[in-house]
């Protein structure tokens, strides 16, 4: 498992994205299964860092395990910001224009859609939020 602690900042989305590639690299992931896992990466660390902790800055914990039977990654995401779980939302309703629909929901949906797993859990302070995929 790697991990990286790094400030909650929109800034800092590259370097996040930058760090999980390293890792998948290094297990042959195909380029579908690393985009799908970027694109959620990209949503995930966004929301923390546009609202875990504002108006401030606060911290991050990004970790990626990469199990190897049956090949697939799990990303973890940990914050000490305000408590709040994305998966309690409902989903939008995608049968509606985009017009019609009202704003936000559709990156979490499209990371709940494209991942294996998803999972949410407050504990000791910190909200936890892990993905997996299988690759």
Do not use: W
Not at 57 to 75: C, H, M, N, Q
Not at 112 to 133: A, C, H, P, Q, R
């Amino acid at each position: 498992m790697k991990e990286l602690n790094i400030e909650a900042t929109p800034e800092n989305i590259d370097t996040v994205i930058a760090f999980v590639d390293e890792q998948l690299e290094e297990y042959g992931c195909g380029m579908k299964a690393q985009m799908a896992i970027d694109v959620a990466v990209d949503e995930l660390f966004a929301n923390i860092a546009h609202y875990a902790y504002s108006p401030e800055t606060g911290y991050a914990t990004v970790r990626v395990d990469v199990i190897k039977d049956p090949l697939s990654v799990e990303i973890t995401f940990i914050d000490n910001g305000v408590p709040y779980d994305p998966l309690a939302n409902i989903d939008p309703d995608t049968s509606l224009s985009v017009e019609d629909r009202p704003i936000g929901g559709m990156g979490i949906f499209i990371v709940k859609k494209s991942m294996d797993l998803v999972n949410y859990e407050y504990k000791d302070g910190k909200n936890i939020l892990t993905i997996k995929k299988n690759i």
